[in-house]
């Protein structure tokens, strides 16, 4: 009897047990699809909300400055840069002075990556350094200055002239010389574009060279980290024949563009960069923008009623996007996933997409627009006040 009852009862059990493990399978999927469902919505107003159209710019707060005149503005990581022949100064949105530097410069030039500016005089022999916070050194070449180019650990690179040689010099901020490339005319050419990485290990030149009735560019990457100096720093090269390419730069430690009198080209590679695109252009480029991701050449806009187009490429060289626009444009700014042209009074604001999130006019003449880290947060810098505008 006893046995009896016992296999009666062990049904029960493993019903039982099935049930358990049914009540929990049952929560799971519950949760699983609230979870969805709440990421889902979620994503939705991302897309709504990142995609949103700004029909008008709230004043969220104004602080009284004064511009002096001759004096040129920059953004700095969402601070302001001023410069002029006699220094140069940061503040922040408020209008608060972070820091001053003085010095007497004909033709001050700047170069800027992340966090840091350097800052020299075309033909000088000094060279500042700075980032957020305050000054990180300065390099004293000896030779004159012909060119920069600035990482964002603050390592510098110049071309120096010293008669029939050209020095590019790698230096830390504090003026410790790092690395020497000398170059001529008769041997690789002229260096008509430099950049390094932000972090300061891949050096990027152009040269130009003249000879023989017949003109040729050359581009040279070099590797100072522990990689390149097994190769004695030269890690690749690529030729240009009858063409100048004036513009070279870094986009991230692992991406460089350059843009020839006829062409785009892409590079990538941490440790020897590589040609992983080139694009011919039917038209002269006007102007060049670039950030970490995107690069936007500027180009007459000939076969259309407005006056410019922009072509937007990413940093694999595929062009994603080209957007006419009619008016005379300041500046072009690339954020994340956004970009912004703007002039005095005239402002569109577009998403990577081609989505036009505002295009209107400017309440105040404007020197200077800035990104700030909300998608609908800027700041506009008159003559007269830093002004906080929210978009909605």
């Known amino acids: 009897m006893k046995e009896k009852e016992k296999r009666e009862s062990e049904p029960k059990r493993l019903n039982y047990k099935e049930q358990i493990r049914g009540g929990r399978l049952r929560r799971f999927y519950q949760t699983f699809l609230f979870v969805l469902a709440i990421l889902a919505v979620s994503v939705v107003f991302y897309v709504q909300w990142r995609n949103k159209i700004y029909s008008e710019s709230v004043l969220a707060s104004s602080t009284e400055i004064r511009v002096v005149s001759g004096v040129r503005l920059m953004n700095l990581s969402g601070y302001i840069l001023q410069y002029s022949k006699d220094g140069i100064s940061l503040s922040n949105e408020k209008g608060a002075a972070v820091w001053n530097q003085t010095y007497e410069m004909q033709e001050p030039r700047v170069a800027i990556c992340g966090d840091v500016v350097a800052i020299a005089d075309y033909n000088g022999s000094t060279i500042y350094i700075l980032d957020k916070q305050k000054k990180l050194g300065e390099i ?149 923008y670039s950030n970490e991701e995107y690069v936007g050449l500027v180009f007459y806009a000939t076969m259309s009623e407005e006056l410019y187009r922009l072509d937007i490429y990413d940093k694999k060289g595929a062009k994603i996007l080209s957007k006419n626009f009619d008016f005379e444009y300041t500046e072009i700014i690339f954020t994340k996933d956004s970009f912004i042209i703007y002039n005095e009074l005239d402002l569109i604001i577009c998403n990577i997409n081609g989505t036009e999130r505002f295009n209107g006019m400017l309440d105040k003449v404007t020197a200077l627009f800035v990104p700030l880290g909300s998608i609908n947060k800027y700041i506009a810098v008159t003559n007269e006040s830093i002004d906080v505008l929210e978009f909605k």
């Open 140 to 288: 004293n070449t000896n030779l004159p200055i012909r060119a920069f180019d600035v990482a964002a650990n603050g390592q510098v690179l110049a071309v120096l002239d010293d008669g029939n040689t050209t020095w590019i010099n790698l230096y830390t901020a504090d003026g410790t010389q790092i690395a020497g490339i000398r170059t001529s005319m008769n041997d690789s050419g002229y260096p008509v574009g430099v950049t390094v990485s932000p972090n300061g290990k891949l050096v990027g030149i152009s040269f130009f060279n003249v000879g023989d009735g017949t003109s040729r560019s050359s581009i040279a990457f070099y590797n100072f980290g522990p990689v390149g100096q097994n190769a004695n720093n030269y890690m690749s090269g690529y030729n240009y024949a009858n063409s100048i390419v004036p513009h070279l730069k870094f986009m991230n430690d692992d991406t460089a563009f350059a843009v020839s009198d006829d062409r785009i080209m892409f590079f990538a590679g941490n440790e020897k960069p590589l040609s992983i695109s080139e694009t011919l252009l039917d038209d002269k480029v006007r102007s060049i």
